[in-house]
């Protein structure tokens, strides 16, 4: 079965920036969309970024537009989450999936179950 494999999460203090990996070993990213998404304590998962296969078009929600910058690399079969500015808000287990489209309100395929164990972020002075 695949499973995603989320990577680059760590402590950083509030302004810094991460950049997160998303990969899949034995599954080809770049025929699929991807999105971001994260997970806050006691919240639901929420997407925040996705990007096209084809001509690799982008989609941000607004709290992290102009902040985060997702990109792909077919080559190494990976999708970023470069994320800068980063806030105390931010704090969360980011993960990636794929997605049917990329746009506003964008969603897992129903039925996703190839989820990874996710990056925890943790953004604290």
């Known amino acids: 079965q695949v499973q995603f494999v989320e990577s680059g999460g760590g402590l950083v203090q509030p302004g810094g920036s991460l950049r997160l990996s998303c990969a899949a070993p034995g599954f080809t990213l770049d025929y699929y969309a991807i999105g971001w998404f994260h997970q806050a304590p006691g919240k639901g998962r929420v997407g925040l970024s996705c990007i096209s296969s084809g001509d690799s078009s982008t989609y941000y929600v607004d709290s992290v537009k102009g902040r985060f910058t997702i990109s792909r690399d077919n080559a190494k079969n990976t999708v970023y989450l470069q994320m800068n500015s980063l806030r105390p808000e931010d704090t969360a287990v980011y993960y990636c999936?794929?997605?049917?489209?990329?746009?506003?309100?964008?969603?897992?395929?129903?039925?996703?179950?190839?989820w990874g164990k996710g990056t925890l972020v943790t953004v604290s002075s």
């Open positions: 999936a794929t997605v049917p489209r990329c746009g506003g309100d964008f969603e897992p395929f129903a039925g996703f179950d190839s």
